[in-house]
Every structure is written in structure tokens, then in C-alpha cells.
């Protein structure tokens, strides 16, 4: 088990909506305001879609080793070597940095303004709070993706993945420690926070989308089949649709799981390798192309 990575995609046939040309897209995220920020190898444009579709977005220059994009508020984390730059959507430079005594590949940032950071090497997080030395506790492996998700009427809850073993794990981050553990289908892909707690969790060899609820402790809800080799995922809170994207057949289907078991409502088309994707304030979906076949913008489907 584990060990996951994307597959390569068939040539896309008459994708939805709009496609706007872009280089090679490894990561892509989105702040409150709707603001893109899309990553390539060496660089990280900050935008709107209008701003991407007009070409005047903000080209930040950065290291092909800076690690997973995230983004909490009106915030984009962006883990380096040197440590984790605190990018400003609507102002971005890379004028804020938290220096780190390891190189960082995964960041989160709570609600709350602490700050986790870990890397793919080491089965550790560190945690900094304003005013306060670091402190650094164990976890269950290396961390290929970090993130917060608001929970009601509590602290964030923070949850970390290792694709090569496919686990998911919860972070006791008010506590420093781990939390419990889980294994993810066969091989876990990719996961995306929505609210009160919620994850929606590719099984990329499994062939399978999961969904978890980490509002106290990490669980599996439910799972159900999908078109071939899934890897990005999303939540669309307007329409309350967990959203995951077909590799093998560039396909893009958003489930209801309000009855328990997660139930097909929508499908679309994707472009080629469509390893990314996010939800706008509006419901508009946005792809990412890994191999430059572009940004895909698809309004509200639901409507």
C-alpha cells in the first residue's frame, strides 16, 4: 500500500467552461476574495480570475524546492528551505518569512495565527506561537500534506498525510503532540479541508473517494467508487458537493453526501492531468493542468 502518485492523463476531448493558457501547474490554492495563487516550478502567480484571464497577475519568483501550498484567510503559506513565506493575497511579496531550523515542505496555519510546520524527511512537526520558543513533537511519518480546517465552537482541526504509507492522521496541536491515525484505502492522493472539520480524501490506487470528519478525533465517514485514478479534490460549501478529479479518464464529478453514502450529482470534463482544483465564494470550479494544457474555469455547474 501507499506509495501514490498521479497518473498521466489521456488527451482531453471538449473540456467545460473556459480554458485559459498557462505553463506547467504543480499546485493551486485559494485564499478568502477568491484569489488564486497557482504554482509552477519556479514561480507562484497571485491572481483573480479575471487577473489570469487578462494576464495582470503577480509573479513571485521562488525555489523549485519550496514545497505544498496552502492558504488560510487571506493567507498563503508557501514552505521553503529557509522556512515558511507568509504571503499577503492581496499585497503579495515575499517580504514575510518564518525562519525554520529544518528545511519545511508543509505548513499550516490556524485560525488561531500558530503556525505548523514539518518536511517529507523528517516524523516530526514543529509548532510556533507568537512570543514563544518553537516546540517540536513526534508524528506517525514524514508529511506530504499539511492543513487546518475551522471546527465549531473549538480549535482548528489539523490533519497531515504520508503518501508513501497512506496515512491520515489528526494533530493535538494545542496539546504539541500527534493525534490518531488512520490508513487511507491503498494509496492516498490528495485531501482538502471544508468546514466543521470535514476532508474529502482521494484513494489514488484504490480508486475510491473518502470522506473524514476530524472534529474531535480523525474518522472515516464513507467512501464510494470513482472513474480511474482520482487525485484532486475539493469541498463546495455553497452546494455542499465534495468534488474529485478522474486522471484516467479527465473526468471531474462532484458527490452529495448527505445520505451517507456519497451519491453522484454532477460531472463535467476535465483537462489533461487536472491534479488541482478549487471552489470559488460562487460555487465556480477552477482546474489546474500538471502538463500546461491550462486553467479550466467552470461556473456554478449546481446553478
Same mark, same amino acid.
Given at each position: 500500500?501507499?506509495?501514490?502518485?498521479?497518473?498521466?492523463?489521456?488527451?482531453?476531448?471538449?473540456?467545460?467552461?473556459?480554458?485559459?493558457?498557462?505553463?506547467?501547474?504543480?499546485?493551486?490554492?485559494?485564499?478568502?476574495?477568491?484569489?488564486?495563487?497557482?504554482?509552477?516550478?519556479?514561480?507562484?502567480?497571485?491572481?483573480?480570475?479575471?487577473?489570469?484571464?487578462?494576464?495582470?497577475?503577480?509573479?513571485?519568483?521562488? %525555489?523549485?524546492?519550496?514545497?505544498?501550498?496552502? $492558504?488560510? *484567510? /487571506?493567507?498563503?503559506?508557501?514552505?521553503? !528551505? +529557509?522556512? &515558511?513565506?507568509?504571503?499577503?493575497?492581496?499585497?503579495?511579496?515575499?517580504?514575510?518569512?518564518?525562519?525554520?531550523?529544518?528545511?519545511?515542505?508543509?505548513?499550516?496555519?490556524?485560525?488561531?495565527?500558530?503556525?505548523?510546520?514539518?518536511?517529507?524527511?523528517?516524523?516530526?512537526?514543529?509548532?510556533?506561537?507568537?512570543?514563544?520558543?518553537?516546540?517540536?513533537?513526534?508524528?506517525?511519518?514524514?508529511?506530504?500534506?499539511?492543513?487546518?480546517?475551522?471546527?465549531?465552537?473549538?480549535?482548528?482541526?489539523?490533519?497531515?498525510?504520508?503518501?508513501?504509507?497512506?496515512?491520515?492522521?489528526?494533530?493535538?496541536?494545542?496539546?504539541?503532540?500527534?493525534?490518531?491515525?488512520?490508513?487511507?484505502?491503498?494509496?492516498?492522493?490528495?485531501?482538502?479541508?471544508?468546514? %466543521?472539520?470535514?476532508?474529502?480524501?482521494?484513494? $489514488?490506487? *484504490? /480508486?475510491?473517494?473518502?470522506?473524514?470528519? !476530524? +472534529?474531535? &478525533?480523525?474518522?472515516?465517514?464513507?467512501?464510494?467508487?470513482?472513474?480511474?485514478?482520482?487525485?484532486?479534490?475539493?469541498?463546495?460549501?455553497?452546494?455542499?458537493?465534495?468534488?474529485?478529479?478522474?486522471?484516467?479518464?479527465?473526468?471531474?464529478?462532484?458527490?452529495?453526501?448527505?445520505?451517507?453514502?456519497?451519491?453522484?450529482?454532477?460531472?463535467?470534463?476535465?483537462?489533461?492531468?487536472?491534479?488541482?482544483?478549487?471552489?470559488?465564494?460562487?460555487?465556480?470550479?477552477?482546474?489546474?493542468?500538471?502538463?500546461?494544457?491550462?486553467?479550466?474555469?467552470?461556473?456554478?455547474?449546481?446553478?
Amino acid at each position: 500500500m501507499g506509495m501514490a502518485t498521479p497518473a498521466v492523463s489521456p488527451a482531453a476531448q471538449n473540456p467545460d467552461g473556459q480554458v485559459i493558457d498557462f505553463g506547467n501547474i504543480t499546485d493551486m490554492e485559494v485564499t478568502e476574495g477568491d484569489i488564486l495563487g497557482v504554482r509552477t516550478e519556479t514561480s507562484l502567480a497571485i491572481g483573480t480570475v479575471k487577473d489570469f484571464e487578462s494576464g495582470d497577475v503577480t509573479e513571485l519568483d521562488v %525555489d523549485k524546492q519550496c514545497g505544498d501550498l496552502t $492558504a488560510t *484567510g /487571506g493567507t498563503f503559506l508557501l514552505p521553503c !528551505a +529557509d522556512g &515558511v513565506y507568509l504571503i499577503d493575497a492581496q499585497d503579495p511579496d515575499l517580504g514575510e518569512l518564518r525562519a525554520t531550523e529544518k528545511p519545511a515542505t508543509v505548513a499550516a496555519l490556524t485560525s488561531d495565527n500558530e503556525l505548523l510546520v514539518g518536511n517529507d524527511t523528517d516524523e516530526e512537526l514543529t509548532i510556533y506561537r507568537d512570543g514563544q520558543d518553537p516546540k517540536t513533537f513526534t508524528v506517525a511519518g514524514p508529511n506530504t500534506q499539511l492543513i487546518s480546517v475551522p471546527v465549531d465552537d473549538r480549535h482548528d482541526a489539523v490533519v497531515r498525510i504520508w503518501n508513501d504509507d497512506t496515512t491520515i492522521q489528526d494533530v493535538d496541536y494545542p496539546n504539541d503532540k500527534e493525534g490518531a491515525a488512520l490508513r487511507v484505502g491503498l494509496g492516498v492522493g490528495q485531501m482538502a479541508g471544508g468546514e %466543521d472539520g470535514l476532508l474529502v480524501v482521494s484513494d $489514488a490506487q *484504490g /480508486g475510491q473517494i473518502a470522506i473524514y470528519n !476530524a +472534529d474531535d &478525533v480523525i474518522r472515516l465517514q464513507m467512501t464510494a467508487p470513482t472513474d480511474k485514478n482520482p487525485w484532486g479534490v475539493a469541498w463546495d460549501s455553497a452546494n455542499d458537493l465534495a468534488w474529485i478529479t478522474s486522471l484516467g479518464e479527465n473526468t471531474l464529478v462532484g458527490y452529495n453526501i448527505s445520505e451517507g453514502v456519497p451519491e453522484e450529482q454532477q460531472r463535467l470534463d476535465t483537462v489533461a492531468d487536472a491534479q488541482n482544483i478549487v471552489v470559488l465564494s460562487d460555487s465556480t470550479l477552477v482546474a489546474a493542468s500538471a502538463t500546461g494544457n491550462g486553467i479550466q474555469i467552470i461556473p456554478n455547474p449546481a446553478s
